[in-house]
Structures are given as C-alpha cells and as structure tokens.
C-alpha cells in the first residue's frame, strides 16, 4: 500500500508539472564539431571567393571548395590579424590575447606563457575530443625541466609530413573518421600550405587537384616585378593554396557522408599574408588581412551574405566558445561576433589592432583600423627597411625587385616601398580610396583631426594592455639585403633575442582588452 502511494504520488508530480511544459531535468544545449582550417601565409585575396573585393588585381587561386563554403556561408570582408608571422598569430588565435599579452609569444618560434589558457583546452574539459593535425606552431611555456605548464589542449596531434603530404592534410579525413562518436569534437587542421619552400610542385597529383596554375596567367601585384621569374614563384604559391582547398572540400565531403555537416560550424583563415615582398610581417591589408569563411547550416542566418563588419583574429576564440556554450575565462580579450553570424550588418568593434614584433630582423610596429576604414600605423623603428622575413628575402620574386632596384630604371611607387628606409614614424590611410596603401596621409591637414584620433586609440589600448618597446630589442638574424644567416661570436642560439614587448610591465598578466 505504501510503494502504490509513492507510485502514485510520482505520477500527480509528473502530470503537474507537464502543465506548462517546463521539463523536470533540464535539456543541455546542442554543442556544435567545431573545425579551423588554418592556411600557411596566405594572403585575403589570394582566395577565390575574394575576387570581387581584390584590390591587387593578381589572379587568385582556384578555390572551389572554399567558394561553395562562402556560397553558403558567411564571408568576412574586414577580419584582422594580430600578428602578420606565423607562431604570434597562431598564439594569438589560441589564447584569445594579443601577442605581446601572451609572454614570450610575441616573437617568433617563443612559449606561450604557461598560465595562459589555450581555447581547444577549455573544450576538451567541457567534453569535446580535440586534434590537432597538420602544422603544430605553438607551445607552452614549461614550469620545469619536466613538466608543462598546463594540461595538453589536444587529445590528438599529429604532424606527418610525408611524400603525398607534404601539405600535412592527409591525416584531415582519418581523423573526422575515427573520432570517438559519443562526444562533439573540435579538429585544428593547419595546413603546411602555402609556406616556403614550395613543394607542391613535385608532390603534386593533377587527377586530385586539377592542372598547375599557369606563369602565363593573370596579373602581378604591383608590389613585385612582372617577369617570368616571379610569374612562376606566383603560379608555385597558387598551386599550394589550391592544394589546401582541395583538402578542404574532402573534409566537407566527409562531414556529409556522415550526415554531420549541419552541426560542424567550419571555419577557413590563414595565419598571415603571403610570403612575398610587401605582404607577411607587414602591418598592412597584405599582411594582416586574412580570409576569413564561416560555415554552419544549423544556425547561420542569411547564407551567401557577406559582410563587411569589422573583427580581430582574438575573437576567434571567445566566439567558440560561446557557440559550445563554454564558459569564456577573463583572460581573453576578444569579443563574440556570433551575432554576424544571425545578421550580417551586426557590429562588435569599432577599432582593431595589430602589432609586429621581430620575425627574423629587429622590428616594432602597431597598427589600429576603424571599421569605417582608416588604418594607422606606428613605425617604433623607423630607421630600418621593412622588407618581410628570410624566407621572402631569399625568394626568386624578391631577387627581381633587388636586380630592378639596382638597375637604371626607376621602381614604381609601390615597388619602391618594399626598400624604403627610413619609413615615416606614422602612417595614416584610407583603405576605400588606397586600397593598396601607398598615400600616406598622415601629415595632411585636411586629416589632422583623424590622425589625432588614431593616435589616441593606439595610446589607450597601449596603456591598457601594458605594452612596450623593450630597452633591449632582438636583433636581426639573417642578412637583410641576402636573407641569409648572420654569423655570431655567441655559443648562444639565441645570441639575437632580446626582452619581448611588455615583459618589463607583465603585460602576460594583465586582463584589460583595451578599446574595441
């Protein structure tokens, strides 16, 4: 008699509370897979989908698989880099910080600091299987010797880069398909393409990726020679980026042979621009502008739209975050830009700010963007040429602009830029009118008062987030006119490297953002 009370007791509990329909256990939300295709120094509007808005007129690569994931997805027109230079932007992406704000970071090849936390880690703690598969750039600081400074991020990373793989993508698939399936899973695929040296040319498969990309074709941005030399440098780079997208599209394939697709909220970008003369490490649009598609059937709002609303490689992080339903720690300074995703026309920033810290050769740089348009660049080192990494230095496309330089006739105004030193300590552009950035505005009246502006957006946040010019910088490392390797009396393999920007004000520390 008792148990039938209590029985029955369950049931009036039950009938009552269907009443309006408020569940007794209450339902957890859908968690999306979540993957970021991250290409290897591959500038915006090297990417098909961009033709349209390419202000360089260079013929882009062939990217069906990327364009159909734009069709049908949202294109991002204004999304900037932190860090024009491969591991600083990739430090960035992960921890949601500016580079300097992530310890040692900011320069190349350098730790994270170890109490940063990277985002693919907060997912793997919220239940998500995480890889890491391609091109692995960052790490952690260590505590000691032995130990790490916080737990792996990634329950899977693999790195092979094998004949037929050279890109590091063969592994994309075989992981999608043997993930465990009772979990979402977040997949970081970074692809080797299309950094220097290209090796796509003979690890290349024309049944898979269709023919080469011809010399013959298209036009030369104006930033370089047009001759046959860099033609086919450029056609070597095209072949890459077409390789990755290709890898891409049977990531996607997959995704739908699964009945997955729907739910995977894709993401493609590049770390930073492509390594010619003019584009990586600068803190122009063609070295901190990067393409940038996002795809998730489920929930994006207005496919096909693209929009033009400004925002920055380190809200990326936070924006995954949120779309997991995991909690956003206060380290990140980034803001969510899921609302772009539901109406292409949301704003989440006004101003966007990058910076150049040293790659290969001494350097200093900030720049701010205003999403109306205005880019202004802070030179620290004005005195220096600014003419990218070794590898662009070295490159066949380089050579070319040097033998013209050194010829008798005369280098272009864009050419020209590429060798100018010393460079004005200010930079002030607007990039509708100077899509290429080459008048500079800064000492024009009719500007002072946007000028002054820029100036104070770039104090501010420099403030805010404990940034510096460290006493003692990081010296060059190669040769800037060779690219070649500097000799040093030091047994030190670090003999070049200096203090980093903001370790004499414990900018890793600091939890301010700054303006956005």
């Known amino acids: 008699m008792k148990t039938t009370s209590y029985i029955f007791l369950i049931v009036l509990i039950v009938f009552f509370s269907t009443l309006d329909n408020t569940p007794l256990i209450a339902t957890p939300p859908s968690q999306p897979n979540i993957i970021l295709f991250i290409a290897d120094d591959v500038s915006w509007n090297d990417i098909g989908c961009y033709q349209k808005a390419n202000s360089d007129e260079h013929i882009v690569a062939r990217t069906p698989n990327i364009d159909r994931l734009a069709d049908n997805g949202r294109r991002f027109d204004q999304a900037i880099l932190t860090a024009s230079s491969c591991s600083p932007s990739r430090s960035s992406i992960i921890t949601g910080r500016y580079p300097h704000n992530c310890g040692r970071a900011s320069e190349l090849h350098q730790p994270i600091a170890s109490h940063i936390p990277w985002f693919p880690r907060l997912l793997k703690d919220a239940g998500y299987y995480t890889a890491l598969v391609g091109k692995n750039h960052m790490s952690s600081e260590k505590t000691t010797d032995e130990s790490p400074g916080q737990p792996p991020a990634f329950d899977l990373v693999s790195g092979r880069k094998v004949p037929g793989n050279r890109g590091g993508h063969v592994d994309w698939v075989k992981t999608v398909r043997e993930r465990p399936v009772d979990k979402p899973f977040f997949f970081w695929f970074a692809s080797y393409d299309a950094h220097r040296s290209w090796d796509g040319d003979t690890d290349w498969n024309k049944e898979l990726y269709g023919p080469r990309h011809r010399h013959q074709d298209g036009t030369v941005s104006a930033f370089l020679v047009d001759d046959k030399t860099t033609r086919e440098d450029l056609a070597s780079y095209r072949n ?116 150049h810290n040293w790659h290969d050769y001494e350097a200093h740089g900030r720049s701010v963007r205003t999403d109306d348009g205005w880019l202004y660049i802070k030179n620290n080192r004005p005195q220096l040429p600014w003419q990218g990494p070794a590898d662009s230095v070295r490159s066949p496309s380089h050579v070319s602009l040097q033998r013209l330089r050194d010829a008798p006739d005369d280098l272009s105004l864009a050419q020209k830029d590429v060798f100018r030193a010393p460079r004005p300590q200010e930079e002030l552009f607007f990039t509708p009118d100077d899509p290429l950035q080459l008048k500079n505005l800064a000492s024009i009246a009719d500007d002072a008062k946007t000028l002054k502006q820029m100036q104070r957006f770039l104090q501010t946040w420099t403030e805010a987030t404990c940034d510096s010019i460290p006493m003692t910088i990081s010296r060059d490392q190669f040769d800037r006119k060779t690219g070649k390797p500097l000799r040093s009396d030091s047994k030190s393999k670090d003999w070049f490297r200096g203090t980093p920007a903001g370790w004499d004000r414990e900018a890793a520390q600091t939890l301010e953002h700054g303006p956005s």
């Not at 049977?250 to 995977?264: A, F, G, H, K, P």
């Not at 590049?270 to 600068?282: M, Q, W």
């Not at 489920?298 to 339903?325: N, Q, V």
């Open 240 to 355: 890459e980026v077409t390789r990755f997208d290709f890898f891409v599209g049977e990531v996607v394939n997959e995704l739908q042979r699964q009945d997955i697709l729907s739910n995977t909220l894709l993401v493609v970008m590049a770390d930073n621009g492509r390594p010619f003369p003019r584009a990586k490490t600068r803190l122009h649009d063609s070295g901190m502008k990067t393409p940038f598609i996002v795809h998730w059937p489920k929930e994006l709002k207005k496919p096909g739209e693209s929009t033009a609303s400004l925002i920055s490689a380190i809200d990326i992080a936070p924006t995954l975050l949120s779309a997991a339903h995991v909690h956003i720690p206060a380290t990140m300074q980034g803001v969510n830009f899921l609302s772009i995703l539901r109406e292409p026309t949301a704003v989440v920033r006004k101003v966007a700010f990058s910076e």
